[in-house]
């Protein structure tokens, strides 16, 4: 079964600086993955999806993530934080060969330094 | 409105009781789950409908915990004798394939 783990429970950077999330899952072929952003007191939105070709995929609010296979990885990326980025941010992997359910990871939240 | 809709927003139980939380998918879509988010335990995976087939069960907890879909659409997440580490926010999402389209959710308190 396809798994996802967020390495890292809490990040906190200055605003204006660059940003990673890290991802990494597990699975025995191209999963889907799926970056989504829960902020505070609000539901949970979708930031950007990878489901096939180009290996870097923009996303919203500026937000990018790269499918590096060979790592089993889908690292989150922005080059600047803004304050409002201070939220919980969720990976999550689908299994497309068996229409499978999604998984989520335990999720990351950033702070933000003024 | 054209989102997941879950009611309760909020239920306070006691201990002991059942409890049953509602979703209303998007109409249309074919694939609902549910999820439950505890403080540092991210969102687990509880049950997965996709259309026709067979419910994916494998992360209902015990089995005081039971979930049903009638013709399709409307899901019913049934939690009998409450214990207090069920308190959570239980998530509904809906999905016309992948893209999930999440629900804000029913904070469950067991007291």
């Known amino acids: 079964a396809q798994s996802v783990t967020q390495p890292d429970i809490h990040i906190t950077v200055s605003e204006g600086a660059s940003l990673e999330l890290r991802c990494n899952y597990s699975?025995?072929?191209?999963?889907?993955l799926f970056w989504y952003v829960q902020s505070p007191g609000q539901g949970l939105q979708l930031l950007l999806k990878y489901f096939s070709g180009d290996t870097l995929v923009q996303g919203i609010k500026g937000f990018e993530a790269e499918f590096k296979r060979s790592q089993s990885s889908f690292n989150l990326r922005k080059p600047s934080v803004h304050w409002s980025d201070a939220a919980e941010y969720f990976c999550a992997v689908g299994a497309p060969e068996r229409d499978d359910k999604i998984i989520f990871g335990k999720g990351t939240r950033l702070h933000i330094l003024p | 409105g054209a989102g997941v809709s879950q009611s309760p927003s909020n239920k306070v139980t006691e201990k002991g009781k059942d409890v049953e939380l509602r979703c209303d998918p998007i109409s249309g879509h074919t694939a609902l789950y549910w999820y439950r988010q505890s403080l540092g335990q991210g969102l687990e995976f509880l049950i997965y409908f996709q259309g026709n087939s067979a419910p994916d069960k494998s992360g209902l907890p015990s089995d005081r915990f039971s979930a049903e879909r009638t013709g399709g659409s409307v899901s019913t997440l049934t939690i009998q004798r409450t214990q207090q580490e069920d308190s959570a926010v239980y998530l509904c999402a809906s999905s016309p394939g992948t893209v999930l389209h999440f629900g804000n959710g029913t904070r469950l308190t067991v007291t």
């Open positions: 699975y025995g072929a191209t999963p889907y």
